[in-house]
């Protein structure tokens, strides 16, 4: 009954919301939703925000995931005690030497579930970034025998609120609580993985398999294009030398929402760009880009020009091993991975334009951040499973995309610059020798300046209805100069030397548009 009662005051909320005006119907509405919050960020009302469940579910993940940790794994970092609570807040937060795919995307992505918890809950996007900062609290302070992590606490809640966002609106999209037998199991079920606390929520609460006359997406049916690739990488010409690597490789790309809206509700409109390979020697996850509006205000609309300023949140990842089979450590020359290169904290102003014609269409985007804190590739630190510098900067992105002939011919083209400072030295400030069983503790890195250069073009053909073959050209570069003495060999040193490291990838594909 209770259930029933809000239901038909939702519905009354929606329906003075969309058709009255009038001051009386203003206060009814207000009225009626008394007893009840806005879900999300919109104007659907919905049960009252639930902290204590939310609580409840991040700590759950917490125990849940170190319990996993302990008795399964067996990891060292989770034997804990009051002693290694006691040490944690005594000692404080420390630089941590994990990889970059376990600092740049696992722990964001750990963070996101923390986020979602508060989402699934009735709080909103910067509400339940709460969430992500009190269960990445709990996870550094008391869940690991190892020091807490500067890094950890930083990228788990502000990645994790980017991925988190994508991953609830996505999950949002696929949800019909009208629907019944196997196809509301197949949309629970793919809902469940793309938000596991939304999925958890839904299951606690009935709200899994309830039918009810509405479709009950929380953000209604936003508009969005889906790109789904399949087909081969090849990747070539690293540091000018013809190493040739080729492999199968797949691509998502997903734009959500109108890009040239104005808009105060974060992620009403983003896109999300992954890409994934199956060849030797290179990880599965290679790329992660996200870019989220935070804020954004259309300034100008001609019918068929469009001009929008904004505040953008962006997400960045990109991994690479190496492709070379020759190597020789005691020589000066660029690292045998090309690059690694993360930034999950990161956020700046964008400017995007569009002009639209019957047989033509361009579209452009400029971005200028400022990066909280990144990870890039070095030619020297290496210590546990780290071969990177934590540093922090900026970065610019500047991408035009067209199509002619109603979309039948289409291509873009991207630049990203990043720009990223080191500033303290494990070898000259902290008095450690490169010297692999003298671990160096909370440190950046080497000192230096690193950048990584980013410039893609695309070219795609629609050969059948919904199917298109596009093909691919990337050009990498990550150079870094270093601001200090390093001993090569016993008669070699340098001081503000630069190491500049290339490749080109290749891909032609087949792309879906779902």
Known sequence: ?????????????????????????????????????????????????????AAGETFGLNVGLWSFDRYV??????????????????????????????????????????FNAGRANGFNFWQSGLFAIGGSAMWELFME??????????????????????????????????ASGGERFGREALSFLLSPMRGLTRVLTGEAWEKKPADGRQFGNPSYRLDVSLGTRLLTSHDND???????????????????????????????????????????????????????????????CSLTLGLYQHFDFFDSDTIRTDYMPAVLEPCVVPYKFGTPASVGGGILFSCRAPRFALHVAGHA??????????????SYHRNYNWGSGFSAKLGLEGAVSGDKLSFSLNNQFYRLYSRNDWYSDKGYSPNPDVPPVDVEGDRSRGTFYHLEGQVRCRIWKNLSLSARCDWFRRSTLYHRNIEMSSSFSAYGFFIDSRQLSFQLMLTCRL
């Open 242 to 304: 013809r190493f040739v690597k080729a492999g199968a490789s797949a691509r998502i790309s997903l734009e959500y929402g109108d890009p040239y809206a104005s808009s105060r509700t974060p992620y009403d409109y983003f896109s999300l760009l992954m890409e994934l390979n199956v060849m030797k020697t290179q990880p599965v996850l290679s790329r992660v880009e996200i870019i989220g509006s935070l804020f954004a205000g259309k300034v100008m609309d001609t019918g068929k």
């Open 1 to 53: 009954m209770i259930r029933l009662l809000l239901f038909v005051a939702a519905l009354l909320c929606s329906v003075f919301h969309a058709h009255s005006q009038s001051a009386g119907s203003m206060f009814l509405q207000k009225t009626l939703c008394a007893e009840t919050a806005c879900r999300g960020d919109t104007a659907v009302c919905r049960e009252k925000k639930h902290f204590w469940r």
């Open 145 to 178: 025998s190892e020091y807490p992590s500067k890094n950890d606490i930083m990228a788990t809640p502000i990645g994790g609120a980017a991925l988190g966002e994508v991953f609830y609106r996505t999950s949002d999209l696929v949800l019909d609580e009208r």
């Open 369 to 382: 951040n400022g990066i909280l804190m990144g990870g890039i590739l070095s030619d020297f630190y290496r």
């Open 73 to 114: 794994l067996k990891g060292h970092y989770s034997y804990i005690s009051l002693r290694t609570i006691g040490e944690n807040f005594r000692h404080g937060f420390d630089w941590d030497n994990d990889h970059l795919s376990t600092n740049m995307f696992a722990h964001p992505y750990h963070g996101s579930l923390y």
